[in-house]
């Protein structure tokens, strides 16, 4: 006998059915679309101040860690009389687990429901939810005699909702360059390199990255006992999982010529490069991903193809002015993607449908020690130290 729908229009707050699950939970689990488990009545349903609890005189200093770590994520948003943080339903437990915390603020759990345009369908929300006013409530601890929230906490919230491990290094995107570069120094303190990567002049907020594998292994290290105290979080980091390669594709058309080539490559031409980049890792439980492709494609487009798309890959970069083939091509493009991708495995790079190169490079541990390939960089040296130099001097035209 088929397990019957949860009965509709109850209060989303809590559990719907008898093995504790949300609308959306039972949706998954029987593989339905949201439209037969929600009514029509619930989408887009609206919430009234008065309905929430209200908030602590003096929020502990655990709820100030949280809420401030999940405003650091850039998980916290304002949405007319409320303040929301955030969730996923395949971390519902992490989410439950902050609410213990945020309580404090008279937050409360709601798994909200719309029809998307955009998509075509029922989508639901996970939030926690708390009028504005709750919080304004508690500006004034800025100026009382409260301790600062406890910044390790603070920062173990942040990595068990948005930190990133590829290949043994760790991802930290902050929606404040201000809030990262004050929390890159305060590891610094405790002997923790993090180096800053480029995410486009236009873009808000800034990304770190551990500087080596073992500032990783340190990190976590320091933030283990916060970690094990939220539901799936270490198992994002340690838990044995399949290892896949993921694989994006991207083209650029540019112009090239080949000096001293004894051919017709010497002149100048043009065509359409198709570049695969190939990705290496284990697949996080908690995304069901290896790496997402939208970040693939922002780091790829930014490093890659914005700076060759229709241009002459001889004066796009100063390495390739001498040779742009290929061959050098592909060791360019490894150097400028190994620092964004560190489980980068190999790149695939077609100047034609008939003629292409396929490069596995440094691993990035490798290329920090190492620095640039001297290959690229012959013409940056001090070329005029060589002895053999003087015969050019004073020598006639």
Not at 273 to 302: E, F, H, M, Q, W
Not at 308 to 318: E, I, R, V, W
Not at 377 to 388: G, I, M, V
Request: proline share 6%.
């Amino acid at each position: 006998m088929e397990e019957a729908i949860p009965e509709q229009g109850q209060e989303r707050d809590g559990p719907l059915d008898a093995d504790g699950l949300t609308l959306q939970e039972y949706a998954i689990r029987h593989h339905l679309p949201l439209e037969l488990v929600v009514e029509r009545a619930d989408l887009n349903r609206q919430d009234a101040t008065q309905d929430y609890p209200p908030p602590r005189a003096h929020p502990s200093e655990q709820a100030r860690a949280v809420l401030r770590a999940l405003d650091w994520a850039g998980l916290v948003r304002e949405s007319g009389d409320f303040i929301m943080a955030l969730g996923e339903i395949r971390r519902l437990d992490l989410l439950l687990w902050d609410l213990q915390s945020l309580r404090d603020y008279g937050f409360r759990f709601r798994q909200e429901y719309s029809y998307s345009d955009r998509s075509h369908r029922v989508v639901a929300h996970n939030l926690l939810k708390a009028p504005r006013d709750h919080l304004r409530a508690t500006e004034s601890l800025r100026t009382c005699p409260v301790p600062p929230p406890d910044f390790m906490l603070s920062l173990a919230v942040l990595v068990a909702h948005v930190g990133e491990l590829q290949a043994g290094y760790l991802f930290l995107p902050f929606a404040s360059a201000s809030q990262a570069q004050w929390a890159a120094l305060e590891l610094e303190r405790d002997g923790i390199r993090l180096k800053e990567l480029e995410i486009g002049a236009a873009a808000e907020g800034a990304l770190l990255r551990t500087h080596g594998q073992d500032d990783t292994k340190h990190l976590l290290a320091l933030l283990r006992t916060h970690l094990e105290a939220m539901p799936g979080v270490i198992d994002r980091f340690e838990q044995d999982m399949p290892v896949l390669t993921v694989c994006k594709n991207l083209v650029f058309d540019a112009a090239h010529f080949i000096t001293d080539h004894p051919a017709k490559c010497s002149n100048l031409h043009g065509g359409r490069y198709s570049l695969n980049v190939k990705v290496r890792g284990r697949v996080d439980p908690a995304t069901g991903c290896v790496i997402d492709y939208g970040y693939l494609k922002a780091v790829v487009s930014r490093r890659v193809i914005e700076r060759f798309d229709h241009q002459n890959l001889n004066y796009a970069a100063p390495e390739l002015a001498w040779r742009s083939s290929t061959e050098m091509l592909c060791i360019y493009i490894w150097e400028q993607l190994i620092d964004y991708l560190p489980g980068l495995t190999e790149l695939e790079l077609y100047e034609t449908t008939q003629n292409w190169c396929r490069y596995e490079g440094p691993s990035l541990e490798a290329f920090q020690r190492r620095g640039s390939d001297p290959v690229l960089t012959h013409f940056q040296q001090d070329l005029a130290a060589s002895p053999l130099r003087s015969l050019l001097r004073g020598a006639g035209g």
